[in-house]
């Protein structure tokens, strides 16, 4: 069995933003000349998140709209969590829902997508750098 890993860095000069990481997937995948087994990618954060969902802005819009209804930053005093001194209460939160990692098929060199689905980073928490892990395994 073949393994493969690598870690994707990321400075998003926003607090929150939603980046289509699949091409960077892709590159890995080739990289790793792995034609069947599976990959797995994962915010190695926990403040931000990895998902898989649509490419559509008006999507991703309704996301963060979302988000921060569950989960407003403001007040920051709202959360217990910020009395450490952070202001990220929140960015724990919306990376609860929105997830960890996912896990995808590799299927003939390729990652074996549903119609549309595409991976994304979820940052919650920006303006400093942070990493996603991609883990590759399989033959
Ligand atoms: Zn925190």
């Known amino acids: 069995m ?21 091409y960077q997937v892709e590159e890995c995948l080739r ?3 792995i034609k069947e ?23 991703h819009h309704d996301y ?14 709202q959360y217990r969590h910020n009395r450490t001194g952070e202001d990220n209460g929140d960015a724990h939160l919306k ?10 098929a590799i299927t003939d060199g390729k990652l074996d997508f549903g119609t549309w689905e595409q991976i994304f ?3 919650f928490d920006g303006r400093r750098r942070k990493r996603v892990l991609v883990k590759i395994i399989g033959e």
Not at 2 to 22: C, D, G, H, Q
Not at 37 to 58: P, Q, R
Not at 64 to 77: F, G, N, R, T, Y
């Open 2 to 22: 073949k393994s493969y890993r690598k870690e994707l860095w990321f400075n998003v000069p926003a607090r929150r933003e939603f980046i289509n990481i699949t």
């Open 95 to 104: 990376s609860q829902v929105m997830g960890r990692e996912v896990v995808v």
């Open 31 to 33: 990289e790793s000349r």
């Open 64 to 77: 963060d709209k979302w988000l921060e209804k569950l989960a407003p930053h403001e007040p920051i005093s």
């Open 121 to 123: 980073y979820g940052e």
């Open 37 to 59: 087994g599976l990959a797995l990618v994962n915010a190695m954060h926990i403040t931000a998140s990895v998902f898989i969902n649509d490419d559509e802005s008006g999507l």
